[in-house]
């Protein structure tokens, strides 16, 4: 038998050492200086007692040693790294540079170098090259084996496994711009827009160059309507040393939102100067002329586009919308071709072909030729609907649980509250029912501004929604009966504030026009007590058979299907009745029909119900020049006329559907069906 080793344990080695770093630096450089005294020089050893000197805050020392190390190793990166650490952390900016330089050269795929060298550019006043540094480092990432399995994760669903591997990457390097941007973007298809936003703005603060990162934040912003900032992260992205037209588009995109039609158009117009073959940028500058009221231009420019692009089903439709605009035997031969040359990419090209039949309807529609134009309108229709979900039968129940919390009980039991701010009009009911009209007659009086539909109500519905959806109250009753005054004081402030920067002119009053707000009146009441709400109504078949031939930009998505829209239609009647019955007199209501039969005695009681004077401009409505967005652009700069009320009439054998859904609607309006509270569940 052997007896025991009485040999002394063996030294720790560099590696053993270095793992040391992080938990005991004073440990590890202790176990480095033994190791040199026994092998002087040793660089293995000397580098792990620089890095060790670094951590105990001992930089000055850690430089002049990595120095000597830098000149007997110039192309070691981890000496490189190690030094422009320790220049940067004693203010040596110069050599830190001149390090990460050197670095980057010898790894021009790792990207922790490029973000170090951009940051340090950067604190030496030369933006120009640290932008380009931080745009090395994303294409660096692009290489990088982890990254790419986090992202292929990512758009394989498996959001966990993607996370696992960026988190464990970001404990290793906190700041790693890439990583954090697909956090980001992993956050946005899991829903949680906050988290997302935060993400990605730290990727950016980060580095500052990051322009796709960038690109993704103005988007994230656009979402969620901060408009401002948008405007202020693309106006960054227009100064980046890399020139791209989708810069320009994604800042016009913008400007576009915040209403600044010219300036957007001005974009459009210096694009195409320099390459006129952009059927795209035609159409949105098409898009422009139409708001800003320029039909001839936006014709042209529409025309540009087809050509270019014949097959651009959005740009064909984006003519037959003009509405005073008809399309001749030559377009529809055109369009009828363009189908037939998708007709192999059909399941590809899904929106430019129901664009097309949406554009044959209409074309064939002024060409008297009813059935086909209806056959089109519904292959239009069938096809978009495929497109945009949408639960009718869920959403009565959203529209029933409102009817059921907002009682006159239920207002009276909250009391006074709210901001008592009265600027703000709002004009709701279906698209399609006269509300651009009403808003157009509105704008022309001088106390009052025409912004847009807005979608700041709806984003502060959803919101509180979401505290019930998360499981924090048991319905949408139970969370605003926990609304303080504050919160409610705070609810309108913020929708005053978030409007404001549509406001363009010292008016003291300003619409609203977002019709969908008719579900919000009673959050409305609760959160603007002296807010005007306007309920513009249509003939329910005269509007909802204009709402489902005409395809939206976004959003109503109950327009594709006619026994679907006939029930959202039900659906307004009925909530509207109930916040009549608890709040009598809150809403006013315009009847289309009374507006273009007497349109100065309807102007003059609807002045009067806002306490506004009658002023003469307000019946040569459609001389105001101001930009309108929305599909009755074109109408609202003619004189009202009668041609239009009878028009779903041509369609009368196709609408079963349509007039089962409504019911008893049709032959009481424009009062509610004496069913509305059956339809509600609401006791009699």
Known sequence: MIGPDTRAPAAPSPADIAALLETQPAAALAHAEAILKQSPGLPAAELVACQALRRLGRSKTALSRLNRLSRAYPRVPAVLWELAQAASETGDGGQAIDALIRLTGL???????????????????????AWRADLSGVHASSHDPELLRAAVAMKDDRFDEA?????????RAP???????????ISWRRGDMTEALELVQRAVTVAPGFDLARDFLVRLLMQTNRLPEALEHAEVLADSPIRSPSHDLLRASVLVRLGDQAQAGAIYERLLADDADQPQVWQNLGHVLKTLGKQADAVRAYREAVTRRPTMG??????????????GPEDVAAMQAALKALDQAREAAREDVFHLHFSLGKALEDAGDYAASFGHYDLGNRLRRTLAPYDASAFSAEVAAAAQAFTGAFLAQMGPGGCPAADPIFVVGLPRSGSTLVEQILASHSQVE???????MMVIASRLQSRVDQGEFTDFRAMVASLTPADRLRLGEEYIERTRVHRQTDRPLFIDKMPNNWQHVGLIRLILPNAKIIDARRHPLGCCVSGWKQHFARGQVFTYDLAEIGRYYRDYVALMAAYDEAAPGAVRRVIYEQ?????????????????LPFEPGCLEFYNNDRAVRTASSEQVRRPIFKDGLEQWKNYEAWLDPLRDALGPVVSSYPEPPSDWRAWLAIPA
Do not use: Y
């Open 163 to 171: 996370v696992s591997i960026l988190t464990a990457r970001l404990d």
């Open 450 to 456: 025409g912004t847009m539909e807005l979608s700041e």
């Open 314 to 327: 959005e740009a064909w439709w984006s003519l037959a919308n003009l509405k005073t605009v008809k399309l």
């Open 595 to 611: 507006m273009v039969a007497d349109t100065e005695g309807e102007v003059r009681r609807l002045l009067a119900d806002l306490d």
């Open 107 to 129: 790894q021009p795929r790792v990207s922790g170098g490029w973000f170090l060298l951009a940051k340090e550019l950067r604190k030496a006043g030369r933006g120009a090259d």
């Open 175 to 185: 700041d790693d711009p890439p990583a954090i941007r697909l956090l980001g973007e």
